[in-house]
């Protein structure tokens, strides 16, 4: 093999190799892009609570909104109606059925909210391992495993979807999965303020944690 052969076998490898590097860390950086440009997100979901054995369990549809920094809320529509508000730090869980609210810190509430994950009110890099998933649904899968062993579940999911959100997925510590799939979501639009201010309706329950 002459010199110039050489060069260009060479050449070959290292373009072979920095394209498969860039693949492997495009949803890593698709991420990122996406929690950076995001202001607000508004969109409907479905999710789907899955136990133990494989099975789903229950199916619920609502509304998300967020606006970073720390602001997020769920507003499940059916088959049972619960609102889960957080802003100043608080995530408040309501349950209508129950008339009781649930008042938590902001950072004991990833177990329960995900969406604490895109509120920026959490370092990603600081806090977990990000580990790219490759492609499956049509969604760039990025796995978050937390640094912290005593954290309340074991990894997120987050599915991305031509650079927007798109599916999360939450393992918790007792088998269960919580996947969430997102349709109609709208970046950066301006969202009533209201909507993240709770007041307990008269009569309620409050327990704070």
């Not at 508000?85 to 008339?99: A, M, N, Q, R």
């Not at 495993?145 to 798109?166: M, Q, R």
Request: hydrophobic share 40%.
């Amino acid at each position: 093999m002459n010199k110039m052969n050489y060069l260009r076998l060479i050449w070959l490898l290292l373009a072979f190799v920095s394209g498969a590097s860039y693949a492997e860390d495009r949803p890593v950086r698709e991420l990122k892009a996406f929690l950076s440009a995001t202001r607000t997100l508004t969109a409907d979901f479905k999710q789907v609570l899955i136990n133990e054995a494989g099975d789903p369990v229950q199916t619920s549809y609502g509304m998300f909104y967020l606006q970073r920094p720390g602001k997020f809320r769920w507003d499940y529509k059916k088959p049972i109606q619960q609102q889960i508000v957080s802003s100043s730090g608080k995530v408040w869980f309501y349950d209508p059925d129950l008339e009781q609210v649930t008042v938590k810190k902001l950072d004991q509430s990833l177990g329960s909210t995900p969406a604490l994950l895109l509120s920026g009110e959490v370092s990603l890099e600081d806090n977990f391992t990000m580990e790219q998933q490759g492609e499956d649904e049509g969604l760039l899968w990025v796995k978050l495993v937390p640094k912290n062993e005593e954290s309340g579940f074991k990894y997120v999911l987050i599915g991305l979807s031509n650079g927007s959100l798109g599916g999360m997925e939450l393992s918790d510590n007792f088998g269960q999965l919580t996947r969430i799939y997102f349709s109609n979501v709208a970046i950066n639009r301006e969202i009533k303020q209201d909507l993240f201010q709770f007041n307990a309706p008269k009569g309620a329950d409050v327990f704070s944690e």
